[in-house]
């Protein structure tokens, strides 16, 4: 078992690696972009996460003997690149999006600066963990708005592969999530874990009523109760005659969720337990969640839909080379041309354009190399969208871990009220802000 | 960095564990059953993967001090389950679907039999594992059904999170597919690994002459060239100029593929370079796939539809409690009862009933305990389904590495041939054969 991330790597990328430091473009100065043509499934914007998980992985993107050994055995590349990996470490520069922002078509949402060869070889890891963590945190952010100021927690896991679970609830808390019933991402991300029981839990003992008597005995009176394995109605009887009034709550996992809620609410008021909520879990998304805003529901565990993107488990985002130096070292801008697929050559800068605090605009300046772009000057009060993730290989360790995660949390929060309230919207449109492209002054 | 998986588990996982210490039902011997209710979309048949990966995974799965410290310190269980943690492993025994195996509504794809203790904690991962790496082969073999003899490849690392685009490779390949971009699935697996270039490879370069050319030199005339990043009929003109018409191939990646390939194939022969293959890799799935097969494609590289499950990211597997032992030591068959979601109680035995060869149904006898279950008598030819995985908490390591893979590969294309004619068609529909239910003899 190692924990070296260098070949989560698509094999083209060290085959062009070989061949650049064979003809000596491996050393060209360059300028890769991530970014998205398109937001999935129409969705009126998109939000970037993983950024804070990448920067941790590519401080494991190192070539050991391990590493090593497989290339030389399989063919993969020659003696040359084997002697040129056995010594790689990132040494160029990362800007980015601040993970919990918002993107938009065209959002220059990484920007890798540095040689060919230091850059071509991340564009596999890049890729996989934005793709992922954005297209669940975009998902998880309409979930978030649907679910207003009631609790939602993410309760995934076992519909999404062992580590991506762990990365999901990541997302989806940095969206706007409050809990996860992963124990893995509350131990490595700090985020706060939950859950209530399995009917299995009811199923074990001889009866309901022992495994409610039981559970209560172990976890006290402010457990959830689950009260849909045999009889939704006997199960909530049976709940509070246990329980008593100050039950915490109950939890519903199928039904017909609207009808269910209020009767199970009028249950409850009618047995005198007004204070015990009721949680819901049946395959929600936020379409489901937004239909139950009117319903006496207290809290939303959501798991399928949240872990697989709702509908989009996969963002668009490409990993482009947008300029580079030629040999006598000055810069060129460059893009493919051909059919569809084309893209915009150039190093962008970013700015998110704002009209009396709302968002009106995504700026984007685009120049040649690595010059520095100021806020244009039609947009004065336009904010500054790229931070510094990695200078010159050094990687900024307050976007890593716990604190980053938190800080990315807060971030989108807080940037998600400066959208136009279009945004908020749930069926399919254009990008709720237009993308307008400047050229860098 | 730890290795263990312990945590990949939802926390009510650990609570009903801790409850059920208290209250004596712990040791109660159970089985639990890892089922599908449904085929996602309309399939016609589904195809188990993850089972080798989920072995070396419960190999791993031990609760070590850095475990033991979160859940102590996050007061998710009491001190005496903190205790049962501490000496865990599992230690019961897990029959199961072959690798591979094709199956339908209500197949019994894994059985785990041990105390209630031993095998609740084991639902999160078995879920995670299996309902991510069936969706991505049942997805991947009507990819492979539909391009037939041709070969395709699997590229989608990108659009998955970085350990799942390694699994995903490898449930592509247990499900047909010849090979991958995925340097990590190579080395872990075993699995062929290729990969042309990318369009950063031209545009690195001052032309694409200059391009073409030095991946000649490094990686010789059989290679790949990318032909679309300016213009496809100049491109393919200029690849022939430079590599001669022993070129290996040219990949397309853009545009009407049925119209382009044609064209790239007549220009081809024109040039005199008939041997020459095309490469196909855009936005590609099973149905793009069987629209080009009257198209003089030669290969086929897919990405983001193969990793995602072509619409259905996760199986809907679930892990539910189906017999159970009372105080008495007499087994009970258990099953949910109430409005949707209700499912079948007692231990399944399941069988292929096939006729001249073909798969005729999936027969499923229904036992309430541990015993026995022989061929039930009416389908004498059928084919027994389950293989022993785990046996009193020994695993058999067949199945896991890159032999487990291979094998599970080779199992999955001998039994896909006793399919029905029917079973092989794209279109939505009921499952391909039917689940016959019978009481164990």
Redesign the interface.
């Known amino acids: 078992?190692t924990?070296s991330?260098a070949?989560?790597?698509?094999?083209?990328?060290?085959?062009?690696l070989?061949?650049?430091l064979?003809?000596g473009?491996a050393a060209?100065p360059?300028v890769?972009e991530l970014f998205s043509r398109r937001l999935s499934g129409g969705r009126r914007f998109g939000v970037v996460a993983g950024t804070g998980r990448l920067l941790s992985?590519l401080r494991e993107f190192r070539f050991g003997e391990?590493?090593l050994r497989?290339?030389r055995d399989?063919d993969?590349v020659d003696a040359a690149t084997l002697a040129y990996l056995e010594d790689y470490r990132f040494t160029g520069t990362i800007r980015g999006y601040r993970e919990g922002e918002l993107y938009f078509p065209g959002s220059p949402i990484l920007t890798v600066e540095g040689s060919?060869a230091d850059a071509?070889v991340l564009?596999?890891?890049a890729?996989?963990?934005l793709?992922?963590?954005s297209a669940v945190a975009t998902a998880a952010s309409r979930m978030s708005i649907a679910a207003g100021d009631r609790p939602l927690a993410e309760?995934g896991?076992?519909?999404?592969?062992?580590?991506?679970?762990?990365?999901a609830a990541r997302a989806a808390y940095i969206a706007g999530f409050g809990a996860t019933?992963?124990?893995?991402a509350?131990?490595r991300w700090g985020i706060p874990?939950?859950?209530?029981?399995?009917?299995?839990?009811t199923?074990?003992?001889?009866d309901e009523e022992?495994a409610f008597r039981?559970?209560i005995?172990?976890?006290g009176t402010a457990t959830t109760l689950l009260v849909?394995?045999?009889?939704?109605r006997a199960?909530v009887e049976l709940a509070i005659r246990v329980a008593g009034t100050s039950l915490g709550g109950v939890r519903i996992?199928?039904?017909d969720l609207p009808i269910v809620a209020a009767e199970v609410r009028a249950q409850l008021d009618e047995l005198g337990a007004t204070g015990t909520r009721i949680t819901v879990t049946s395959d929600l998304d936020e379409y489901a969640i937004a239909a139950l805003a009117a319903s006496p529901v207290d809290a939303y565990g959501v798991g399928?839909s949240v872990?697989?993107?709702s509908g989009y488990?996969?963002a668009s985002m490409v990993?482009?080379?947008v300029a580079?130096q030629?040999?006598a070292g000055a810069w060129v801008p460059?893009?493919?041309?051909?059919?569809?697929?084309a893209s915009k050559g150039g190093r962008k800068a970013a700015f998110r354009s704002l009209e009396h605090g709302t968002a009106s605009a995504e700026t984007i300046a685009v120049s040649a190399g690595f010059d520095e772009v100021d806020v244009p000057s039609e947009h004065p009060d336009a904010r500054p969208l790229q931070v510094v993730l990695v200078e010159a290989g050094e990687i900024d360790t307050s976007f890593e871990g716990a604190e980053g995660t938190a800080s990315a949390r807060a971030h989108h929060l807080r940037v998600r009220e400066e959208l136009p309230i279009r945004a908020l919207a749930l069926s399919k449109s254009d990008p709720a802000i237009p993308t307008l492209w400047v050229d860098a002054v």
Chains 1, 2 share one sequence.
Not at 228 to 232: E, L, N, S
């Open positions: 078992m924990t991330t070949l989560y790597t698509d094999r083209y990328e060290l085959t062009m070989a061949a650049a064979r003809d473009t060209r360059c890769f992985l391990d590493e497989f290339l399989n993969v060919f071509v564009e596999t890891l890729l996989s963990v793709n992922h963590d309760m896991s076992r519909r999404a592969a062992e580590h991506s679970a762990v990365a019933s992963n124990l893995e509350g131990r874990t939950m859950g209530t029981a399995a009917h299995s839990w199923l074990l003992h001889d022992s039981s559970q005995e172990a976890l849909d394995t045999y009889d939704i199960g996992d199928s039904g399928t872990v697989t993107g488990p996969t990993y482009k080379l580079r030629d040999a460059v893009a493919k041309a051909s059919a569809d697929k």
